[in-house]
């Protein structure tokens, strides 16, 4: 049982050019979501998805899409990143009465 | 809109001591969950705990320990006797119940043992 997989670990890219952050998960968790942490800032919630098909924005999704084809899978894109978006990006899950499950992280650096 | 507030940006003591750290929380909803999780320098998030906003009651689970107070809307977090295995960054959060997902996070409290 993996729980959380995000891929890659550590992307370096430069000002303008996109990417995308993968995020899959094997427990059928219903509920999925991307946060970034900065530092002395805690996380924030980039955007959150309660089922296939379904996402919605959260308190700092400007510069990021989302789509939820399947219930494993969440990528969050970069249409064209910006230095602003340098940050440790984590993608979690849950189910209805649990807690959130964090993957291990994506480290972002934008030049 | 939701708020939490972790004044202490880093504590250090020496190992064996005993250590609060403190979190504050504000919202509108009478349903909710007060979470904390662990951050070591290794990066990755633990779960820690989780309590709802209908318990009360103190929970202690081997050194750790969680004192709810919904009169002074505080969810403190308390480690008996130390170790230097609990250095990392420790983050309280809170949802409400009704939310599909989202935790609104502190800032966290960086905490140092020391040898």
């Known amino acids: 049982n993996a729980g959380v997989t995000q891929t890659p670990k550590f992307q370096v890219l430069k000002t303008g050019q996109s990417m995308t952050l993968q995020c899959a998960q094997d427990?059928?968790?219903?509920?999925m979501s991307w946060y970034r942490q900065d530092p002395g800032m805690g996380l924030r919630l980039i955007h959150y998805?309660?089922?296939?098909?379904?996402?919605d924005q959260g308190e700092v999704p400007n510069g990021y899409n989302v789509s939820r084809s399947t219930t494993e899978d969440f990528p969050l894109r970069l249409l064209s990143a910006a230095p602003s978006q340098t940050s440790v990006y984590f993608c979690?899950?849950?189910?209805?009465?649990?807690?959130?499950?964090f993957g291990n992280g994506t480290r972002l650096t934008v030049t | 809109a939701q708020k939490v507030t972790q004044a202490q940006t880093e504590i250090s003591v020496v190992e064996k001591e005993d250590v609060t750290l403190d979190c504050v929380y504000e919202t509108r909803d009478t349903t909710y969950y007060l979470f904390w999780y662990k951050q070591p320098p290794s990066g990755e998030l633990v779960f820690l705990i989780r309590?709802?906003?209908?318990?009360?009651q103190n929970e202690i689970s081997g050194r750790y320990s969680w004192n709810f107070q919904k009169s002074t809307s505080s969810f403190n977090f308390t480690i008996t006797a130390s170790q230097v295995v609990d250095s990392a960054v420790y983050f309280c959060?809170?949802?409400?119940?009704?939310?599909?997902?989202?935790?609104?996070f502190g800032k966290g409290t960086h905490l140092i043992i020391q040898p």
């Open positions: 427990m059928n968790h219903e509920y």
């Open positions: 959060a809170l949802s409400e119940a009704r939310g599909a997902d989202g935790l609104t």
């Open positions: 998805s309660v089922g296939a098909g379904i996402t």
């Open positions: 979690a899950s849950r189910t209805v009465n649990s807690p959130l499950h």
């Open positions: 309590r709802n906003s209908f318990d009360e």
